[in-house]
Antibody
Framework: QVQLQESGPGLVKPSQTLSLTCTVS??????????WSWIRQHPGKALEWIGY???????SYNPSLKSRVVISVDTSQNQFSLKLSSVTAADTAVYYC????????????????WGQGTLVTVSS | QSALTQPPSASGSPGQSVTISCTGT?????????VSWYQQRPGKAPKLIIY???KRPSGVPDRFSGSKSGKTASLTVSALRAEDEAEYYC??????????FGGGTKLTVL
């Protein structure tokens, strides 16, 4: 059973960089066949796809966030990470990491395994 | 404002069927068969229940079914049970290599 767990600071100051890590267990990122994604859910409940990474390092980002997002992978630790720069209060959300099973079928999604989510608040 | 439009609420009595719609454009729902549906209970992560319009992951009851016509996808929950009460979200692959979500529908089992 694949499990994902987000970790990182729960409070970030405006204009700083939000950094989160997702640790995967029960499956190896380096085995390929899946993308590894970040999604966020604002307090008003809307979900927003942030982007994904493949074990090789290739990435795809939401065009609306692309200028501020970097997703990286560490296959030796079976982890992938999110960095979102120049944050504002609008970036306050629950951040989820998830596995994307679309590698062999095209498109983006389905997201078949999710972490429990971590709340990040942007405030001074 | 979400990219895909869902009704904010839906309801039905136990044993009845309920259908939730998800309307997009020709750049997302209407252009691709990559529509997924997720069930989210309070305080929990979303759970995948339908993918590629009508496919069910292993373990999801066949009471959940998906379909699509033009720019509108639909999720039907048959033989409603109390445990189906949750928030439901649709998502679709979109042009420019993006994934867009609906605003969510709160399903109440009366």
């Amino acid at each position: 059973q694949v499990q994902l767990q987000e970790s990182g600071p729960g409070l970030v100051k405006p204009s700083q960089t939000l950094s989160l890590t997702c640790t995967v267990s029960g499956g190896s990122i380096g085995s390929g066949g899946y993308y590894w994604s970040w999604i966020r859910q604002h307090p008003g409940k809307a979900l927003e796809w942030i982007g994904y990474i493949y074990y090789s390092g290739s990435t795809s980002y939401n065009p609306s966030l692309k200028s501020r997002v970097v997703i990286s992978v560490d296959t030796s630790q079976n982890q992938f990470s999110l960095k979102l720069s120049s944050v504002t209060a609008a970036d306050t959300a629950v951040y989820y990491c998830a596995r994307d099973a679309s590698y062999n079928s095209g498109g983006i999604g389905p997201l078949d395994y999710w972490g429990q989510g971590t709340l990040v608040t942007v405030s001074s | 404002q979400s990219a895909l439009t869902q009704p904010p609420s839906a309801s039905g009595s136990p044993g009845q069927s309920v259908t939730i719609s998800c309307t997009g454009t020709s750049s997302d729902v209407g252009g691709y068969n990559y529509v997924s549906w997720y069930q989210q209970r309070p305080g929990k992560a979303p759970k995948l229940i339908i993918y590629e319009v009508r496919k069910r992951p292993s373990g999801v009851p066949d009471r959940f079914s998906g379909s699509k016509s033009g720019k509108t996808a639909s999720l039907t929950v048959s033989a409603l049970r109390a445990e189906d009460e949750a928030e439901y979200y649709c998502s679709s692959y979109a042009r420019s290599n993006n994934l867009v979500f609906g605003g969510g529908t709160k399903l109440t089992v009366l």
